[in-house]
């Protein structure tokens, strides 16, 4: 796994401390892959055959399995290398943070940069639901404030993540962001976006890929939390890619009405209590122009998963620290964007390969199709990484 970040918020760290790196990310590829096929086996193997009849949903799989060892195990062993994820990146950025911070201030004022743009909001009122968990275990979660000085949070992410993902997001952890904006150009190839918004979007890894596939558009990411945003804005100019970043709630999206051409969340509207997924919809089908397009990459619905699958994918929301992960997948996604306002025709899904992994014809070949999904384990297929779905606002 490589330890190095591909820019200039990249910082020293010992021999010891890369180690510590790998190794975490090696315990987490072991529990999701080793640990999580056994725990399979264990319920088709030692949990179905005792049950009079078989689970109806992914509650019921949780329940019939929980006693089991299996279960303890890959559950204690996937707690302890989340909460490692962290532990892991936090002292080389305790030690390195005068360094973050003065690099990140150079690209920031940097008064030849005329790339780019960032703006935060010193008064924007944290939600409550927020400011109420450690989000995915990470220690402060997005620190939201405006007032908190400083880009380490930003740092935690993109190091930790980068021990999260060991090396399947991509060199910049931005596969997502070219998948979807690949899968939009090549699903809607008249669309020429002029604006495009990723909103809840931490520390802009899935933004910049929009500015490479439209190169013409004005690309924002938008956040809450004012150090993530701070931290993108410094990346994106050591990236050289000129995307502008704005500090607001997904509730009030900055933007005029009708004025932009596509919106974008990953991996943001499991994080959303249902009410706020509401209002982000409602928004996007607000400030979308005519023939605009919202579009999210997220989990797939429980509705399309085998009952294991479904509890497997939910196991996050019960042990995480992920509270509205369940509520979501639960939704129907369809319904959710007809209740924003958007025609129910005007919906589309799909699932697609990871596009920087694939060669382009490769990833063209799923545009056009319907999310399609193993028809005997409910399993997105192999080779299949990302569920997107959304929907163009008709006039
Ligand atoms: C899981 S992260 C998103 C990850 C990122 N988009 C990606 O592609 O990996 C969720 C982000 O949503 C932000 N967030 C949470 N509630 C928000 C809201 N109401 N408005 C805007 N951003 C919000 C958090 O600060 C956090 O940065």
Redesign the pocket.
Known sequence: METHLAHELDIAKTGWERARERSVSSLRAYVLNNLAGELREDYESAVLPTLDEPPADGVAVHKAIRPRDAFRWYSSLRCTAQELVWNSVIDSIDRQAGFLEARAAELTNDASRTDGSLELNADLEL?DY?KAVDVHLMPGN?E?AADDAGVLPGAVYDNGFNVFAFGAMGKEHND?GWSMANFTKLRFPDLDPAVIVD????IG??TLPWKAVYPDAKVYG????AA?LRYAHARARSLGVGAHFRQA???ALPFDDASVDVVFS???LH??PAK?IARFLAQAHRVLKPGGVVINMELPPNAALSPFDAFYLDWDSYYNNEPFYKNFRDQDYRGLLEAAGFGRDAFFESVMPRYTYVPHEAFAKVVGGTAEFDEDTGRLSDDIQWYGFGAERQA
């Open positions: 939600p927020y997005y939201g997502i909103v809840g979007c931490t890894h899935n938008v956040d809450i939390a993530c709630s997904s509730d990953s991996m943001f994080e959303l706020h």
